[in-house]
């Protein structure tokens, strides 16, 4: 049982390069979410969907873009790579919304 | 002002000593809260769930829940050296359950 993947584990990127962080759950959770994580500030997060199809913003969307075409799968989409998107991207799932989330073990992002 | 505050330390102590760690929050309504452990370059992991006012103990960790002061807690009892990590708490702020995360703090349990 795998539970959350997240790929690549790491990335450097330059400036206005454009990439896809995957995430997978193998759980049947509905509910998927992505979080940036920065010194001092915490989870941010950065959008979420309650279910295949359906998808909302979070507290930090801008740069950012997702899609939920399916139950275990929600990739998250850089558009035009900027050096403050430099973080820690962590996806998680849980079975609805408001439950204790499973986390993947993060993609460390560099952006030059 | 965040809706949850959380004193990111770090907070050092010797193995065996009792560890307490807070969240103060700013909206009444919220109902659930969560305390996630973290080691390093890992993703969090759920500790503990609780609902209502009152102590949950699971082990040697004890979560507190005081929604007239909105106040939360964990206490870890003779802490040990793998105890190291950082700790969050979570509370889901809204209808669609999205969680809001304090920013953690960083334990440090010296041998």
């Known amino acids: 049982n795998a539970g959350v993947t997240q790929t690549p584990k790491f990335q450097v990127l330059k400036t206005g390069q454009s990439m896809t962080l995957q995430c997978a759950q193998d759980m049947n959770h509905e509910y998927m979410s992505w979080y940036r994580q920065d010194p001092g500030m915490g989870l941010r997060l950065i959008h979420y969907s309650v279910g295949a199809g359906i998808t909302d913003q979070g507290e930090v969307p801008n740069g950012y873009n997702v899609s939920r075409s399916t139950t275990e799968d929600f990739p998250l989409r850089l558009l035009s790579a900027a050096p403050s998107q430099t973080s820690v991207y962590f996806c998680a799932s849980s079975y609805a919304g408001g439950q204790p989330q499973h986390f993947g073990d993060g993609t460390r992002l560099s952006i030059l | 002002q965040k809706e949850v505050e959380q004193d990111p330390g770090p907070l050092s102590v010797p193995e065996g000593a009792i560890v307490s760690l807070n969240c103060t929050y700013s909206?009444?309504?919220?109902?659930?809260f969560m305390w996630y452990r973290q080691y390093s370059r890992k993703g969090p992991e759920l500790l503990m769930y609780t609902y209502s006012s009152g102590n949950k103990e699971d082990g040697r960790f004890t979560a507190q829940v005081d929604k007239s002061s909105k106040y939360i807690s964990l206490f870890i009892r003779d802490s040990q050296p793998s105890d190291s990590a950082t700790y969050l708490c979570a509370m889901p702020t809204d209808s669609w359950g999205k969680l809001q995360f304090g920013a953690g703090t960083q334990v440090v349990v010296t041998p």
């Open positions: 909206n009444s309504a919220f109902q659930y």
